[in-house]
């Protein structure tokens, strides 16, 4: 007898590792089995004849042809689309018209006397630096571009500038006889205006934002030289209830500066009498006969730089018929960089002197520091801090080469470099721009007159303003194209090139990510499993 024995011999598949291992190489990369499969199913279109099993060679090149350049194609289209859209993201579109002349209000009027300074033979005479920067104060205001060449200075002391202005100034009394607001007379208009320095020195300004809800405290500081009680009238709020951004506030009243005009006739003119003094004086400056230069703006900006809308001589009036022109943002760009869409709103741009922000102020601003860095000092009308000198007439190059870059039609070469870029200014979100007509007529008042109150003489200019229309010209910055108009056109482009739509890129993503992933998981899980050899023996 003799006894059998089974013996079993288990043996076990084990991996095989290194570089040489085609099992390794091929574990984790798609084969053609499997790139046919995803041909024969995506919604792709070409994909399908190229992975199509038993085809000629030629064919797969023909298609393989087609689709590289359809991919391009589409490629610089998408590309093209994209660039622009980022290159021209706003454009300016007339909306419908929600606004007339009752929400805006009417601009301000600021006024500047030819005579700046007045009993200038009776200064007081000080110490010999007092009298030589005073004198060279005068020459400023009197003879801007004549100046008196025996006297002139790099810098004038504050205190000396504010000296001159308290105690030689031409008073808006001597300036302004009668104000009408529509059918309101206004009874000392002076009370109601505010003093203000500009390019073309001292003036006067009505239906201005009163100046402390205007300047930051060291700008009013400057302006201490002035009577400013005129301002606790018009300002017995603690803040405006005006701004250009938010409107007039519902709490608002009539009185409220600034003040508004109901229609667009004659009858809801604003008029302004003044009085000019045509007879020649040693005591004023400058020694010429006056007249008024009139300047309309924005009541939340200060009127430096701002060209002047008309120019007021005696025995004449001026009819100045006014429209409104409003820029507003649409919302659906408010979210953006204010470099993208190319305008600040109130709360993204801080200015040192000014409370409301404006292109102007900013701009303002911009030079009055250009011109410290490069003069040390500032120009009489250009903001400042309390401390910093008043630039004197050696300055005056100065002043003017930091303002136009040192630019002259007969340099050889083009000087394009500009402080002014350094300051990234841009206009408010939010803007109102006025625009005008003048017409003038000359008037014998001492014969033609048939007004008995206020007494018209030859030395008076009489000044109508006025809307034209009652509606308000609104002009919208809104996108060219929104993210979602983008979006649908690059998929479009990818349906018209490729026949494929959001649901095709998540296709590819199943079809070689996750499907991938875990089919060959799987394969690998059923590898390695043990499996058993039995042998008889």
């Known amino acids: 007898m003799f006894n059998t024995r089974e013996k079993i011999i288990i043996q076990r598949h084990r991996p095989t590792f290194g570089p040489k291992s ?4 091929s574990t984790w990369i798609p084969t053609g089995s499997y790139l046919r499969e995803f041909s024969s199913i995506t919604s792709l279109h070409g994909i399908m004849y190229l992975g199509e099993p038993k085809r000629p060679l030629l064919e797969r090149i ?10 391009t194609l589409c490629g610089l289209q998408i590309y093209q689309l994209f660039n622009n859209w980022l290159s021209s993201r706003t454009i300016l579109a007339l909306d419908n018209n929600k606004y007339n002349i009752w929400n805006l209000p009417f601009p301000a009027i600021t006024f500047c006397s030819d005579i700046q300074l007045r009993n200038i033979s009776n200064k007081s005479l000080k110490d010999d630096v007092f009298n030589k920067e005073l004198e060279d104060a ?15 200075l790099k810098y004038i002391d504050p205190k000396i500038w504010q000296y001159l202005i308290q105690y030689h100034k031409v008073m808006c009394t001597e300036i302004v006889s009668t104000l009408y607001w529509i059918h309101d007379e206004i009874q000392s208009p ?17 239906n201005m934002v009163p100046l402390r809800h205007l300047f930051n405290d060291k700008y009013l500081q400057t302006m201490s030289s002035f009577n400013l009680t005129q301002t606790d009238i018009i300002d017995k709020n603690n803040e405006t209830k005006w701004t250009p951004e938010m409107g007039y506030s519902q709490n608002s009243t009539s009185f409220d500066i600034p003040w508004r005009v109901t229609g667009d006739t004659v009858e809801n003119a604003v008029r302004v009498l003044f009085t000019l003094n045509n007879k020649n004086s040693e005591d004023n400056c400058p020694k010429s006969d006056s007249g008024l230069t009139l300047i309309l703006h924005n009541p939340a900006e200060v009127p430096i730089g701002i060209q002047p809308t008309a120019y007021v001589k005696g025995n004449t009036m001026l009819s100045i018929s006014l429209s409104v022109t409003l820029f507003r943002t649409s919302p659906k760009i408010n979210t953006w960089e204010p470099n993208l869409r190319h305008c600040y709103f109130q709360h993204e741009k801080k200015l040192k002197f000014f409370k409301i922000y404006t292109l102007q102020h900013c701009e303002i601003e911009c030079r009055a520091n250009i011109t410290y860095n490069q003069c040390g000092c500032n120009a009489y009308y250009q903001p400042r801090d309390p401390e910093v000198p008043v630039c004197g007439t050696s300055k005056f190059d100065c002043i003017r080469e930091s303002s136009t870059i040192n630019y002259s039609i007969f340099d050889k070469e083009v000087k394009t470099s500009n402080n002014m870029e350094s300051c990234k200014c841009l206009p408010p979100c939010m803007d109102i721009r006025y625009q005008h007509n003048t017409v003038e007529f000359s008037r014998n008042w001492t014969t033609n007159s048939t007004v008995k109150k206020p007494k018209l003489t030859e030395n008076t200019a009489v000044v109508t303003m006025y809307f034209n229309k009652k509606t308000v010209v609104d002009i919208q910055k809104t996108p060219l194209m929104p993210f979602n108009d983008l979006l649908g056109n690059i998929g479009g482009l990818f349906g018209l090139f490729l026949g494929c739509s959001i649901v095709s890129f998540f296709e590819i993503i199943y079809f070689f990510v996750i499907r991938f992933y875990f089919n060959r998981r799987n394969q690998n899980k059923a590898k390695s499993k043990v499996i058993p050899h039995f042998i008889i023996e």
Do not use: A
């Open 22 to 25: 085609p099992k390794y190489k």
């Open 62 to 71: 023909f298609w393989c042809g087609v689709m590289s350049l359809v991919i």
């Open 138 to 152: 005068i020459n400023i205001l009197c003879h801007e571009f004549d100046f008196d060449r025996d006297v002139t």
């Open 190 to 206: 002076c009370n109601f205006i505010q003093p203000i320095i500009t390019s073309f020195g001292l003036c006067y300004s009505i």
